[in-house]
């Protein structure tokens, strides 16, 4: 499984980016895709998830300081999840990573994807 993010910037506060996540390999069994980050000096935090039940149920996951900004969605035609970031904060900036969960519970990460929100 390979984990491929792009869409990282420079963007002034109050802007918007669009990250993207794909995700190519041996996929069938990747149950859930999330997006976490790390600011310089800080250990990396989760940011936002999307999931899949047993029974096809989507459900997104965010953590409380992006909620309401930032929206997960994905087009599984194309194996790619989006990370909609609006009204982005300095304090957003960070390397983004994505993360594909294996339904064992293992985690593919990708090499992450720079974010800098100037203010």
């Known amino acids: 499984v390979q984990v491929v993010e792009s869409g990282g910037g420079l963007v002034e506060a109050g802007g918007s980016l669009r990250l993207s996540c794909t995700v190519s390999g041996s996929i069938f069994d990747i149950n859930g895709m999330s997006w976490f980050r790390q600011a310089p000096g800080n250990e990396r935090e989760f940011a936002a998830a999307?999931?899949?039940?047993?029974?096809?149920?989507?459900?997104?996951y965010y953590t409380d300081s992006v909620k309401g900004r930032f929206t997960n969605s994905r087009d599984d035609a194309k194996n790619t999840l989006y990370l909609q970031m609006n009204v982005l904060k300095p304090e957003d900036t960070a390397v983004y990573y994505c993360a594909a969960t294996h339904n064992t519970g293992y985690d593919y990460w990708g090499q992450g994807t720079q974010v800098t929100v100037s203010s």
């Open positions: 999307i999931r899949r039940s047993s029974n096809g149920t989507t459900y997104t």
